[in-house]
Nanobody, 124 residues
Framework: QVQLVESGGGLVQAGGSLTLSCAASGRTFSRYSMGWFRQAPGKEREFVAA????????IYLDSVKGRFTISRDNAKNMLYLQMNSLKPEDTALYHC?????????????????WGQGTQVTVSS
C-alpha cells in the first residue's frame, strides 16, 4: 500500500494556472503507475491524466489535452499536475491514485490507493 497526500489546490480565475502535487510514501513509488482523477459535485469521478512507472508514457482526458501536464519525480516520490488555461468546468476535487500496473491507465478500477483530494475552484 502507498499513502498519497495531495496539495496545491485553490481558487483561481479562468485562464489562470495551478500546479497540484501528490506526495507518496510507504512503498517504492517507481513501482506504481500514477493517475489524477477529479469529481465535481453531483457528477461521477472522471479520469484526468495518467503516467507510466518510468514517466515515458502519459495519457489525458481529451478536454485537458494541451492545457494540463502530468509528470513525476521518482527520486522525490512526487507526482505533479500542471494546469494551465483553467476553465470553470475544471472545478472539482482532484485525487491522485496509484496503480500496480506498469502502464498508464484511465480506468479507476485499476488503481489501488487514493489520496483524499485537493479542491480546485475556477471562477468565471
Amino acid at each position: 500500500q502507498v499513502q498519497l497526500v495531495e496539495s496545491g489546490g485553490g481558487l483561481v480565475q479562468a485562464g489562470g494556472s495551478l500546479t497540484l502535487s501528490c506526495a507518496a510514501s510507504g512503498r517504492t513509488f517507481s513501482r506504481y503507475s500514477m493517475g489524477w482523477f477529479r469529481q465535481a459535485p453531483g457528477k461521477e469521478r472522471e479520469f484526468v491524466a495518467a503516467i507510466s512507472r518510468n514517466g515515458v508514457t502519459t495519457i489525458y482526458l481529451d478536454s485537458v489535452k494541451g492545457r494540463f501536464t502530468i509528470s513525476r519525480d521518482n527520486a522525490k516520490n512526487m507526482l505533479y499536475l500542471q494546469m494551465n488555461s483553467l476553465k470553470p468546468e475544471d472545478t472539482a476535487l482532484y485525487h491522485c491514485a496509484a496503480s500496480g500496473t506498469y502502464y498508464a491507465s484511465r480506468e479507476p478500477t485499476e488503481y489501488d490507493d487514493w489520496g483524499q483530494g485537493t479542491q480546485v475552484t475556477v471562477s468565471s
